[in-house]
């Protein structure tokens, strides 16, 4: 019993030096986090980046399958799927993570931040680089889909359900869908979009139906 918690022990220890970065970005970017000891064992964001990191090598050095069955057991254990092809930066930090995916060439800097229900995806069926890319100190908020081999620059933050399927300049933020910049640099460029004021295309589409009904009717 005392050489298996030694090992235990000895384990968590080497993890934790190797992924340093996330655990202080977690540290530092959760109110919820107490302790790093806390963060290693229960934060499922850590553990998906952990499993992604160990795929991501072998997926480097060419070994078939591996790469994708570590990143399956990965999306199973913490609902958070990365393809290994992916390339991600030091001091990532997923909250929560749930739902969130990451597509084959995704190229994410350093210090980004995802909440849940991301996607990091493709359009359609193209092959090459297809996947978005993500450059330093970005936040993605809850439910964003980020779609295409577009780039978002450093310093954007792009917020809750947004749909982004253009290149977004540095220090900018989206809302909306699709999305729209609605400040750059700090000024402010769509007042007529807030977060808190989304564009919804089932609401759209539900008006839009409901507009041609009564038209049809006085007629």
Known sequence: MYIVMTLIIISLAII?????RELKAIYER?????????????????????????????????????PRIISQVGRTLTG??????????????????????IGETTIIGDNVTLFQGVTLGGTGKERGKRHPNVENNVVIGTGAKILGNITIGDNSYIGANAVVLNDV?????????????????????????SHTHVLDPIKQSMEALEKRIRELESK
């Open 30 to 66: 959760d109110p919820a986090a107490t302790n790093y000891i806390e963060v290693l064992l229960t934060y499922a964001g850590l553990h998906a980046v952990i499993l992604y990191r160990i795929a991501h090598f072998f997926f480097k050095a060419r070994i078939p399958i591996l």
């Open 80 to 101: 958070i799927e990365i393809h290994p092809g992916a390339n991600i930066g030091k001091g990532f930090f997923i909250d929560h993570g749930t739902g969130v995916v």
């Open 169 to 193: 300049p540095p220090n900018s933020t989206v809302v909306g869908v699709p999305g729209r910049i609605t400040k750059q640099d700090g000024k402010k460029i769509d007042s007529t979009l």
């Open 16 to 20: 934790a030096f190797l992924h340093r």
